[in-house]
């Protein structure tokens, strides 16, 4: 959302080289686009600041960055991703060129440049490798001189901005409270107002939880929106709001300072100077790298690493230092080295031996008070052996107790009995040779190493000595180098979150929300034919703060951008609304342009996470698998003895054995998702998943002013349009959707025909679209409505393409064009080739008319008795229960 920045231009004195350079980066599109490379979470954020999508390629880096400019008044706008230019540097004696894409450029209301966002842990190491590209300057600032030269050409800034700026506190607080704090028009009654503003007037830092507790008529809802509007008072940098016993409400700022004084003068400071202790020479490790502190001096410390001479702030090195990221190999002078010493000593004996010195240590301070050796059950000559390994431990350590600790794991021989060099060369064929993407065989590799050994004249250790060496490797790193990341995947460590970034589950319902698509293990048949139509795909939209499915789209098209609709669309159905952020993966059907303006539309952040990594897509994993496994799985006809093909017969196929109809299971896939899997305890929550929704949404607030209305309008703007998004009113013709003409009387006007305007079809029925004219939208008919009518998308490209491939093999080149595929169409021959694309189709349809003919708020997933019989109560149980009654409670059937 572009505004009018001149007088700022005025205010800063901006010359017109760097005026024409700031409009040039304003006109244009990002330069690039993100990825998720692995381990990040990529994605858009809609910015209401900017009117359009801002991309983010971390979502604990970037996208706080977007919240902070998102929500300070200094920003006056930002661009994302903005021009790539050219940067040069020398490093290890060479010359280097090459592009780089800032994640930033931003305008204020005193500053304007290019910024970079990078995680301290990373700005270490490129510093450490890149010495001319990355630096620290005298006031611990990092700096990047090859950016900063570019920008100050054209009278610009370039700044890096670094992970420890982010005040998470503040970043949760604001994105728990951002549905009342943007379009918030909601205005809190009088009398609720009155009585929130009293009670906290009464009790000065009231906590949250006590306020919400009172139960006094007042909801969650009327004090966030008091709370956005400045009308009640809490510092949202001290405390999260979610911490609700400890997240203190006052009636003014003034009033908080004025209790937060009064507390602190009676705090006194225990904070004390801490002396680091380094020297000169010291060995250090950095980031687990071995350098060496050459000098200390009044403007930094210099420090050695391999050949590279790298001068940190006192600031930036005490902070690293209590970080852990620097690292003493060697002792303070002075520090007392003895502590250490028997920590390391306990810390390496077994259970056992600590047992044992527990055992003599008792013994002798009972010896020690006058108990006889007799008495003691101890010979004197033990008795003696322990008193001097006590003393003398006593005199070394300064702690006797550690001289009783039994050293049997010293004992022996323990030094390694093979040469330097058949280690060393042992070490290569398994680094080099055994760990290829050849995947050899150990056995192989070691009879080359074998024979390579005799050839030099050396011992070569036993077979087993070689396999127990190539089990010292790290597993990922052995499994990657022979059958790649995919492979690798499982035996990956998993990365905790240390630092308190936002939640991965969110904050509250809806906050973050999964999307994804499976492939049922169940035939199913035709309702009319009894024939098989094959498997269904199922997409569930999934809460994951309370594992709630919020909505499930059935079908038998592969997932596509349709799927994707319908579960958004049943989600706005039976909840009212959308969520905040969709995580989804790397489908084509979660990037195209219709998905990405449906969720921009309706202020929907979307968060893509790493592919072939199903770790961070594991709510919607699990919960695909406990569909499957306790629902599925126990219906006549499903597919899983078909994991081993061969070994089925045919009275066992479940392509023969299929009995249910997609209609029937839909009605009980709604009773599963929507009853049985809502009411029983989920293993993580301890909870079931509507009474940790219900519950959580009674303390985070229901926003109902973010409540979606479900109409024809909200179903137009649901709807898929063409590429462009737009089509140009033909005289006499209308508008040209996919290959078809739609008309309706309102286009017949000289100031609407020749112009483009906006367009969206309907994919279940392609003799549907509409058009955005005189600021409507208005129905529009296509040509030969009676064929296309009903007529699905999928039928319209299934004969398309057959339509092209027909014209490919005479030799004819003929525009396609709606005439066309009306014919064939209507054809005999398209009724053989669409048959199965029909049946299923018009088994879809009947769930549709379902969803569509009932109001969200009501109970329109009521099982039909004349469609479906089933033996036993399904009963709502745990996981653990279903697992023992599934036998009893899902043996099911149909009568036809």
């Not at 080289?17 to 599109?29: F, L």
């Not at 951002?178 to 909601?186: F, R």
């Not at 250090?284 to 001479?309: R, V």
């Not at 955005?772 to 064929?787: C, P, T």
């Amino acid at each position: 959302m572009k505004k009018d920045i001149s007088e700022l231009y005025d205010n800063l004195n901006i010359k017109e080289n760097t005026i024409k350079k700031i409009e040039s980066i304003r006109n244009s599109q990002p330069s690039r686009k993100v990825k998720s490379s692995g381990k990040n979470v990529s994605g858009i954020y809609p910015s209401r600041k900017m009117g359009v999508t801002i991309q983010f390629e971390s979502r604990t880096l970037e996208l706080a960055a977007i919240y902070e400019k998102e929500f300070n008044s200094t920003v006056i706008e930002y661009y994302d991703q903005p021009e790539t230019f050219l940067i040069r540097y020398e490093n290890k004696g060479r010359n280097y060129g090459h592009y780089y894409t800032p994640d930033f450029f931003v305008i204020e209301e005193d500053w304007i440049g290019y910024e970079e966002w990078k995680t301290i842990k990373e700005l270490t190491n490129l510093i450490i490798k890149y010495p001319n590209r990355y630096r620290i300057d005298e006031s611990g600032i990092f700096r990047c001189p090859p950016a900063e030269e570019y920008a100050k050409e054209y009278g610009l800034s370039f700044r890096i901005r670094t992970s420890d700026e982010i005040d998470w506190t503040i970043q949760r607080n604001i994105r728990f409270l951002e549905d009342y704090l943007i379009n918030d028009t909601t205005d809190v009654s009088i009398k609720k107002k009155s009585q929130i503003i009293n009670l906290i007037n009464e009790k000065p830092g009231i906590s949250l939880e006590r306020l919400l507790n009172l139960n006094l008529g007042f909801e969650a809802d009327d004090i966030y929106h008091l709370l956005a509007k400045n009308e009640i008072y809490a510092d949202i940098k001290a405390v999260l709001i979610t911490d609700f016993s400890k997240f203190s409400i006052y009636s003014n700022k003034e009033s908080s300072d004025a209790f937060s004084n009064v507390s602190n003068s009676n705090v006194k400071s225990i904070l004390n100077a801490e002396t680091l202790n380094i020297f000169p020479l010291q060995p250090i490790l950095w980031e687990g790298e071995s350098c060496t502190i050459l000098s200390i001096s009044d403007s930094g410390i210099s420090i050695m690493n391999g050949e590279q001479e790298v001068k940190l702030p006192h600031a930036l090195f005490e902070k690293l230092f209590h970080e852990g990221r620097i690292k003493p190999l060697t002792k303070s002078i002075n520090n007392n080295p003895f502590s250490e010493e028997v920590s390391i000593i306990i810390r390496s004996a077994s259970p056992k031996s600590l047992e044992e010195a527990n055992r003599r240590f008792d013994l002798l301070q009972r010896y020690w008070n006058g108990i006889t050796v007799e008495e003691l059950n101890v010979s004197s000559r033990t008795l003696r052996d322990w008193l001097k390994k006590y003393k003398d431990a006593e005199n070394k350590f300064g702690s006797g107790f550690v001289g009783l600790i039994a050293k049997r794991n010293n004992q022996g021989n323990r030094g390694r009995k093979l040469t330097q060099e058949v280690v060393e060369l042992m070490d290569v064929y398994i680094r080099e040779k055994y760990e290829s993407s050849r995947s050899p065989n150990l056995n192989s590799i070691y009879k080359r190493f074998y024979q390579e050994c005799i050839a030099k004249k050396l011992i070569p250790p036993s077979f087993v000595t070689f396999w127990r060496e190539s089990n010292k490797r790290p597993v990922h790193i052995q499994t990657e180098k022979r059958k790649g990341s995919k492979a690798a995947y499982g035996t990956e460590k998993f990365y905790f979150e240390i630092k308190a970034t936002t939640p991965r589950h969110g904050d509250y319902p809806y906050q973050v929300c999964h999307i994804d698509h499976t492939e049922l293990d169940i035939e199913l048949i035709c309702s009319e034919t009894y024939e098989n139509l094959g498997k269904p795909w199922l997409t569930l939209l999934i809460d994951a703060y309370s594992r709630r499915i919020l909505s499930f789209y059935l079908t038998f098209d592969a997932p596509s951008y349709r799927s994707c609709m319908m579960a958004l669309r049943e989600c706005v159905k039976r909840n009212s609304r959308l969520p905040s952020m969709l995580v989804v993966d790397g489908g084509k059907e979660f990037h195209s342009i219709y998905f990405d303006t449906l969720l921009a539309k309706y202020k929907v952040t979307k968060a893509q996470r790493p592919g072939a990594k199903p770790k961070f897509g594991s709510v919607c994993e699990r919960i695909f698998g406990t569909t499957n496994s306790e629902f599925i799985h126990n219906l006549l006809g499903n597919t899983q003895i078909m994991k081993k093909v061969r070994e089925v017969t045919k009275r066992f196929n479940p392509k023969h054995n299929a009995i249910w109809t997609f209609e029937s299971l839909y009605e009980m896939m709604s009773e599963w998702c929507y009853e049985i899997y809502d009411k029983q305890i989920h293993s993580t929550l301890t909870t079931s998943p509507r009474d940790c929704y219900t519950n959580r949404l009674y303390k985070t607030g229901e926003r109902k002013h973010t409540f979606i209305r479900y109409d024809e309008l909200f179903e137009i703007l649901t709807l898929p349009s063409t590429a462009k998004q737009t089509a140009k009113v033909q005289p006499g013709q209308g508008v040209r959707i996919n290959n078809i003409y739609y008309w309706a009387d309102m286009l017949d006007h000289p100031e609407i025909e020749g112009q483009s305007v906006y367009v969206r079809y309907d994919p279940f029925n392609m003799s549907i679209a509409y058009a955005y004219v005189n600021k409507h939208w208005i129905k529009l008919r296509s040509e030969n409505f009676m064929i296309f009518e009903n007529r699905t998308e999928k039928e319209i490209k299934m004969a398309t393409i057959e339509i092209r491939k027909r014209m490919k093999n005479s030799g004819k080149a003929i525009e396609m064009t709606g005439a066309i595929i009306a014919k064939f169409l209507d054809s005999v021959e398209s009724k053989e080739i669409l048959k199965l694309q029909n049946l299923k189709d018009k088994a879809t349809k009947s769930t549709l008319k379902l969803i569509k003919a009932k109001n969200h708020d009501e109970n329109v997933y009521e099982v039909k008795e004349k469609h479906l019989h089933i033996i036993g109560e399904i009963k709502r149980v745990t996981s653990t229960e279903l697992e023992k009654e599934t036998e009893k409670n899902f043996i099911a059937y149909e009568e036809f």
